[in-house]
C-alpha cells in the first residue's frame, strides 16, 4: 500500500503546473433518454502552446452544444496563477467553426477560434486580463471512455477508517455532506459513525476509469463546479490521501464508478443545485433563492454572474432533465404556498435585491405600484419578459401584495421609496432627467409645479403613461421628496 501511495504521489507532481489544473475535467457528458447526443458532448484533453515562451500547459474540459449552442468549461494549467485555472465558457458551432469566450476567477479573459476535425479540435487562443496576456494555439482532442472493471473485490476498511475518514472526510466534507447539513441529499454523504456507510457513499464518487478526475478530488479541489468552492490544496497531504484511495477502488472497483445516474426532479436538483441553493431550495451562503422561480432554464445553459456566487453552465444537463428540475422547484414552491415572498426571491431578489431597493443591475421597486405590463413585456436585454407560464396573473399579484407589504414597513422612507420606484428609471435617481432601458426619455421636473405634476401623474404626458394606481397621497409624497432637489423657482401651476 506504501508504494501505491509513493507512485501516486510522483505521478500527481509530474501533473502540477503552477496551479495543479492540467487534469481537470467535467464528468463526460452522456445524453439522456429523448435526446441524442450533440457533436461536441463529451470530456476533451489537450494542450495550450504559448507564441513567444512555448510554455506548453496542459488543458482539459467538458463541452455541450445544443443546436448551435456551446456551454462548458475549459481548465488551462499555465504556470502564472492568475492565467490559469477554470474558463466557464460559451459559444457557437457553425458548420466545423467552433468559437468559444469565457472568462475565470481572475477575470482573465478566454477567446478561441478553433477548427473541428473528427475527434480533435485546435485553432488560434487569446488569455487577456488585469494581470495576464498572452495567445497560443490550444488544441482538444476528445476523451474516449473506457468501462469500468466489473471485478467484485472489496476494499480495505482500514485505511479508509484511518486516514481517509479521520483526517479528510469527517473534518472537511461532513460540515456539509452530512445529516442536518446543506449538502445532506446530495450523492455523496459522511456518516461519522458509520464508516461501512461512508466508504460505500465515498466510493460512488470514484471514477474507476480515470481515477484521477473523480468527482472526490476535483470537487474538493474546486477543479469542477462545487458550491462548498475549494477545500483541500492541491499537493496537500489531504489530496493526497483521496487521489490513494481512488486508486485503491479503482483496481478493486470497490463499488466504483460514475455513481447512480439521477433520473428524477429531486434526484437532479439534489445533484446539481442544492449544495448551492439549499435543500429547500432558498439559497444558502449568498446564493438566491430558486424555490419559486418559474424560469431556469436559460441561466442553467449559460450560467449567469461573476465572482465567487457567480452560477457556472450546466451544459451536461439536457432540456428534458431541466425541465424536470423546474417541476421539481414548483412543486416545492406550492407546498410553501406560492407565497410572494418567495416569488420575489425566486424571481426578482436578484437583480432588485432582498429589500427590493435595488442593485447595480435592477431599480428600486420596493413601493411599485403596479407591475404586471413590465414583468410581461420586460425591458429589452435588461429584464427578461416573464410568461404566464413562468409567473401567472395570480403570482404577479402576490408579489405586488409582498413590495405593497415592503413599502408600508417603512413611512419615513416611503416618500423616497416611491419617487424611486415608479419615476427615476425615466426621470433620474434626483429628478435631473433621463432615460430608461427602453429608450423613453423623462424631463427634468425637480421644479414642477404641483399641477403640471399632477396632471402628468393622473392622465400621462407624451410618452409618459399615466399611473392611476398611485394614491393622492403618493403623489403628494412624491412631489414633496422631488422638491427636495429643486434649487430654483417653482413652476407655475
Not at 178 to 195: E, H, K, Y
Not at 279 to 294: I, L, T, Y
Amino acid at each position: 500500500m506504501k508504494a501505491i501511495r509513493e507512485r501516486r504521489v510522483v505521478r500527481r507532481r509530474e501533473k502540477i503546473v503552477g496551479f495543479l489544473l492540467a487534469g481537470v475535467a467535467m464528468a463526460a457528458l452522456a445524453p439522456s433518454p429523448g435526446r441524442a447526443a450533440g457533436p461536441l458532448d463529451a470530456s476533451y484533453d489537450g494542450q495550450f502552446t504559448v507564441a513567444g515562451t512555448h510554455e506548453t500547459a496542459a488543458v482539459a474540459g467538458a463541452l455541450g452544444a445544443a443546436n448551435t449552442t456551446v456551454n462548458g468549461t475549459v481548465a488551462i494549467g499555465l504556470k502564472d496563477p492568475m492565467a490559469a485555472g477554470v474558463f466557464y465558457v460559451h459559444g457557437s458551432l457553425k458548420g466545423k467553426k467552433l468559437r468559444l469566450a469565457g472568462a475565470n476567477a481572475s477575470r482573465v479573459q478566454f477567446r478561441w477560434t478553433g477548427s473541428v476535425n473528427g475527434e480533435t479540435m485546435s485553432g488560434k487562443a487569446r488569455l487577456r486580463g488585469p494581470h495576464a496576456r498572452m495567445r497560443g494555439r490550444l488544441t482538444l482532442t476528445r476523451r474516449a471512455t473506457t468501462p469500468p472493471p466489473t471485478s467484485g473485490a472489496t476494499c480495505d476498511p482500514v485505511y479508509f477508517a484511518d486516514p481517509v475518514m479521520t483526517s479528510v472526510l469527517v473534518p472537511i466534507c461532513s460540515h456539509c455532506h452530512a445529516a442536518g447539513g446543506i449538502a445532506q441529499a446530495t450523492s455523496f454523504r459522511v456518516t461519522p459513525t458509520d464508516a461501512t456507510a461512508t466508504q460505500v457513499s465515498t466510493n460512488m464518487q470514484v471514477d474507476v476509469a480515470n481515477p484521477g478526475a473523480s468527482r472526490l478530488l476535483e470537487k474538493p479541489l474546486a477543479m469542477m463546479p462545487h458550491g462548498g468552492g475549494q477545500q483541500i490544496a492541491p499537493g496537500s497531504a489531504e489530496e493526497q490521501v483521496l487521489a490513494h484511495w481512488a486508486d485503491v477502488v479503482a483496481a478493486g472497483n470497490c463499488g466504483g464508478g460514475p455513481g447512480p445516474v439521477p433520473t428524477t426532479g429531486p434526484e437532479l436538483y439534489a445533484a446539481n443545485c442544492q449544495s448551492c441553493h439549499g435543500d429547500d431550495a432558498r439559497g444558502v451562503d449568498g446564493n438566491p433563492s430558486v424555490r419559486c422561480n418559474g424560469a431556469i432554464h436559460d441561466v442553467v445553459v449559460a450560467g449567469k454572474g461573476t465572482g465567487p456566487n457567480a452560477m457556472p453552465a450546466f451544459p451536461q444537463l439536457t432540456d428534458a432533465q431541466i425541465t424536470l428540475v423546474q417541476t421539481y422547484l414548483q412543486q416545492l414552491c406550492g407546498a410553501g404556498g406560492r407565497t410572494g415572498a418567495d416569488l420575489y426571491a425566486g424571481n426578482c431578489a436578484t437583480c432588485h435585491g432582498g429589500d427590493a431597493r435595488g442593485t447595480a443591475t435592477g431599480p428600486n421597486v420596493r413601493c411599485r405600484k403596479s407591475i404586471l405590463a413590465v414583468v410581461r413585456s420586460g425591458r429589452t436585454t435588461v429584464m427578461p419578459a416573464f410568461p404566464a407560464s413562468a409567473l401567472a396573473d395570480t403570482d404577479v399579484s402576490a408579489i405586488l401584495g409582498y413590495l405593497s407589504g415592503l413599502c408600508a414597513a417603512d413611512p419615513a422612507a416611503q416618500p423616497a421609496d416611491l419617487y424611486l420606484s415608479n419615476c427615476a428609471s425615466c426621470h433620474g435617481d434626483q429628478a435631473q432627467g433621463g432615460r430608461n432601458a427602453a429608450g423613453v426619455r423623462g424631463s427634468d421636473i425637480q421644479c414642477a409645479g404641483t399641477g403640471d405634476f399632477t396632471d402628468a401623474v393622473r392622465f400621462g404626458d407624451g410618452n409618459m403613461p399615466a399611473f392611476p394606481e398611485l394614491s393622492n397621497a403618493d403623489v403628494t409624497a412624491i412631489i414633496s421628496y422631488v422638491r427636495g432637489f429643486c434649487s430654483g423657482p417653482i413652476g407655475g401651476d
